[in-house]
């Protein structure tokens, strides 16, 4: 009687255990969504509204308050939580900040990093709010370069303890004096700070020295240090002080240490597959409350990666759960997983449409502050944060959510080397596979939009309402488009160009690029830290030309990671033109091509032109209204006439009958486009390329990448590049050698800005030095003036790269599709 009851007992839970996770596939089936890059989300859990790039989370020591800082590149602020209630408690605006975050012991006070306004800002907690007291000053505003980052506090010695991103130091500060007690040399940019249990080190984590440094807080002064992965970031301590754990954001990894000894016991692949290349980015790190699981924020791959680690040195991986959109921290309380999402569950339109007066309304400020501005529409700030909370999971529902990461990510290891395709196609499917193309030559142009320039052509998916440059100003672009491949479904990896160029050169960017140009673009101080600008920035493997160099494949660039005559990065070195003008608007693309033209022309004459060659026409960028500037259609149609001469002079080469030209933007502007900001212009060209068709295939700057890659013969640079689509559907086996007859240009090139309105006024005060000094949104207004008139408004930009999926994993409508 007793097996009998207990067999009933079993299958009535079996029952029920698998009605539980039907429901929950369902639920997490329901809300799965497609991000413009092809991969997918299915957060798990519920969820609060944060701001705009919610980078850390603090606690508070009873566990009564939970705060968030945003530092994203619109408006920064400071969020209080009650997380029991699971509400916000209060939300504060902070004019600068990143990442550092601390409360004191006591719960009176909550500290802030003030970013590079280099000081320390201490708000007091009143009645379940936040209220500025003071501030603790580090050294005067950017542009001196300090740069706060990690916090820490001793509270029994009032120290107050703080790691620089800047001028990476570490800063010794007494609380009750607000003095600098000391300043020591860190050599490299640091990330955060974490005291031992007994106040008696200080572990910080070197985030472009890959390594953590041990600080001896009695003697004050640096008593070791432990090499881990790439870019280290977040520091977690077990309860002993014995074990810290240490996130490698570009090794997909997290260093276990022994801290009595200084030794890595193990390392921790975080990915979803073995040695897989960057893309996971592991950057936030929390432990269970019985500490027996660590969960690892991988910010690339929207999820957290669960491990067993009751048995220091011998971990398990127990499964993964997904979050939302760029997780970067975590935080657990009790049985309840805190998570931010960096860019939340999707982005939004701007309901108000963008308006150059609004864009310069000043946001609330402190202390004085009088920098940062509002602009609403921009990119950089419509991906808002989100906290998921989820509950601790069973091992019956972590299995649930495990394979609903795997569901969500379309990159694996079969992908690496064996590429989506057809048989008998110019583009191999296997990396190492011959191709007939030898020579590749890859365009990278500065910031448009897919209806701003080809909205007008019939058969795509186009607002000829939204059209800037239709085809009177780009009829060579037109021209190209509509003799090979109208691409009317692409879309740019990249938000800006400071990340845009390192997505169309390494199909990633660092943890380190994506958290950090906001500052710059929010108008916070900071300098351009994309293109090979700062080393913490590159790949650990490299770009491309990096891959090629060790590959044996030739290569050559133009203009493309190269400044005043100097390389960017080692691997370009003796590689680059000399005479080959870098970025610059007072250098038209048609004097970029004849530099071009002439070395091209001797490379062929002594049959030693590269296999891989990148090119940079960046004029179509303009400079909007700037009173005596060559005007938005004297800018956009040199560059479109450069595009034709350089196709036309190719095609009627040697090298023709072997080559395969690609073209791109760096990134879409955020201009209008009735599909999605991120949609862009990208074109292919050559004798093995399709002709008079439209490839509606869901394409982004990495599928670009993957098929230059696979023509090269070189492996995939990141996970991205790896799950991309090759653009194999643009491709026949059956080559057409006809060359391309370049257009004259309608537009006269000298044609100048001769208006004195407030849209000249505004554009002659932007610096135009460097892409994108001006937020792409504002001068994407300036140059829908500058085409539709001054008095014109531009239609809010649309986001509907995020779309529902059925339960079989079909999207219910593609991209681009209307």
């Known amino acids: 009687m007793k097996k009998i009851i207990v067999a009933i007992i079993l299958c009535s839970i079996s029952v029920i255990s698998f009605a539980q996770t039907s429901s929950l596939e369902n639920e997490l089936s329901k809300n799965r969504v497609r991000l413009p890059n092809g991969w997918h989300l299915s957060p798990a859990g519920r969820s609060l509204q944060l701001g705009d790039l919610p980078l850390n989370i603090a606690v508070s020591t009873s566990k009564r308050y939970m705060a968030v800082t945003n530092n994203g590149q619109s408006i920064q602020s400071i969020q209080l939580i009650d997380p029991r209630t699971e509400k916000v408690l209060h939300n504060v605006i902070i004019p600068k900040s990143w990442y550092g975050l601390k409360f004191s012991r006591d719960e009176k006070f909550l500290y802030a990093s003030g970013g590079n306004d280099n000081w320390i800002l201490q708000y007091a907690i009143v009645n379940n709010k936040l209220q500025l007291k003071d501030s603790i000053i580090l050294g005067k505003k950017w542009p001196e370069k300090i740069s706060p980052a990690g916090i820490e506090i001793d509270d029994a010695s009032k120290l107050l303890y703080v790691v620089t991103k800047e001028n990476n130091s570490l800063y010794i500060v007494s609380l009750s004096g607000k003095s600098i007690i000391q300043q020591i040399e860190l050599g490299k940019e640091a990330y955060t700070c974490l005291l031992s249990p007994d106040k008696k080190e200080l572990y910080i984590s070197s985030w472009g020295g890959d390594k953590v440094i041990v600080f001896n807080t009695e003697k004050r002064k640096i008593i070791g240090e432990v090499p881990v992965g790439d870019n280290p970031n977040e520091l977690l301590l077990n309860k002993k002080g014995n074990t810290l754990f240490v996130a490698n954001a570009n090794d997909n990894s997290v260093s276990v240490i022994d801290i009595k000894q200084r030794k890595v016991l193990e390392v921790l692949n975080a990915a979803l597959y073995p040695d897989a290349p960057a893309g996971?980015?592991?950057?936030?790190?929390?432990?269970?409350?019985?500490?027996?699981?660590?969960?690892?924020?991988?910010?690339?791959?929207?999820?957290?990666?669960?491990?067993?680690?009751?048995?220091?040195?011998?971990?398990?991986?127990?499964?993964?759960?997904?979050?939302?959109?760029?997780?970067?921290?975590?935080?657990?309380?009790?049985?309840?997983?805190?998570?931010?999402?960096?860019?939340?569950?999707?982005?939004?339109?701007?309901?108000?449409?963008?308006?150059?007066?609004?864009?310069?309304?000043?946001?609330?400020?402190?202390?004085?502050?009088?920098?940062?501005?509002?602009?609403?529409?921009?990119?950089?700030?419509?991906m808002k944060g989100t906290m998921s909370i989820i509950d601790e999971p069973s091992d019956v529902t972590l299995a649930v959510y495990s394979k609903a990461v795997y569901k969500n990510t379309p990159y694996s290891k079969q992908k690496e080397m064996n590429a989506d395709g057809e048989a008998g196609n110019p583009i191999p499917m296997k990396v190492g596979d011959k191709s007939p193309i030898k020579h590749v030559f890859y365009i990278i142009k500065e910031n448009r939009t897919y209806d701003q320039v080809l909205g007008d052509i019939p058969g795509g998916n186009g607002d000829t309402g939204l059209v800037l440059?239709?085809?009177?100003?780009?009829?060579?672009?037109?021209?190209?488009?509509?003799?090979?491949?109208?691409?009317?479904?692409?879309?740019a990896d990249g938000e800006v160009s400071a990340d845009g160029h390192n997505w169309s050169t390494a199909a990633h960017t660092t943890d380190y690029l994506e958290k950090d140009w906001v500052t710059s673009y929010g108008g916070r101080g900071g300098t351009y830290p994309g293109e090979g600008k700062k080393e913490i920035a590159n790949p650990k493997k490299g770009f491309i030309w990096d891959y090629a160099k060790r590959a044996g494949v030739s290569y050559r660039t133009y203009g493309e990671f190269v400044d005043d005559g100097k390389a960017n990065i080692p691997v370009l070195e003796n590689h680059f033109c000399p005479y080959y003008p870098s970025y610059g608007l007072g250098d038209r693309d048609t004097v970029r091509f004849y530099a071009w033209k002439r070395e091209f022309d001797s490379l062929v004459a002594v049959n030693a032109v590269p296999r891989l060659n990148t090119l940079r026409f960046s004029n179509d960028h303009t400079e909007g209204l700037r009173f005596g500037a060559p005007?938005?259609?004297?800018?956009?149609?040199?560059?479109?006439?450069?595009?034709?001469?350089?196709?036309?002079?190719?095609?009627?080469?040697?090298?023709?009958?072997?080559?395969?030209?690609?073209?791109?933007e760096d990134d879409a502007q955020n201009g209008p486009d009735h599909v999605d900001a991120h949609r862009t212009t990208a074109?292919?060209?050559?004798?093995?390329?399709?002709?008079?068709?439209?490839?509606?295939?869901?394409?982004?700057?990495?599928?670009m990448l993957r098929t230059i890659e696979l023509i090269l013969g070189l492996p995939p640079m990141s996970q991205y590049d790896a799950a991309a689509t090759p653009m194999f559907k643009s491709f026949t086996s059956k080559p057409n050698f006809a060359p391309f007859e370049s257009l004259p240009s309608n537009i006269d090139f000298n044609e100048k800005n001769k208006a004195r309105n407030a849209t000249a006024k505004l554009s002659g005060e932007i610096d135009l030095s460097k892409e994108d000094r001006v937020p792409d949104m504002l001068f994407s207004q300036i140059i829908w003036k500058a085409v539709k008139g001054e008095h014109s408004e531009m239609p809010a930009p649309r986001r509907s790269a995020f779309v529902k999926v059925n339960d079989d994993g079909d999207d219910e409508k593609e991209k681009g599709e209307d």
Request: proline content about 7%; glycine content about 10%; some cysteine.
């Open 683 to 703: 074109y292919v060209a050559g004798p093995f390329v399709k002709r008079g068709i439209v490839d509606k295939t869901m394409y982004s700057t990495s599928s």
């Open 631 to 664: 005007t938005p259609f004297a800018h956009v149609a040199d560059n479109d006439l450069a595009v034709g001469l350089f196709l036309e002079h190719l095609s009627k080469s040697p090298v023709w009958k072997e080559s395969a030209v690609f073209i791109i």
């Open 280 to 382: 996971s980015t592991s950057n936030g790190l929390a432990l269970s409350g019985d500490e027996k699981k660590l969960f690892v924020a991988n910010a690339d791959n929207n999820c957290l990666a669960v491990f067993d680690v009751s048995v220091p040195g011998h971990s398990k991986s127990k499964g993964y759960i997904p979050v939302g959109w760029y997780p970067t921290n975590i935080k657990v309380i009790g049985k309840k997983i805190f998570v931010a999402n960096g860019k939340g569950f999707s982005s939004f339109a701007n309901p108000d449409g963008p308006n150059p007066v609004k864009t310069q309304r000043p946001v609330v400020r402190h202390l004085g502050d009088t920098s940062a501005t509002v602009r609403p529409g921009y990119i950089g700030g419509l």
């Open 469 to 491: 440059f239709g085809e009177r100003i780009t009829p060579n672009q037109h021209k190209l488009a509509k003799e090979f491949v109208l691409l009317d479904n692409f879309y």
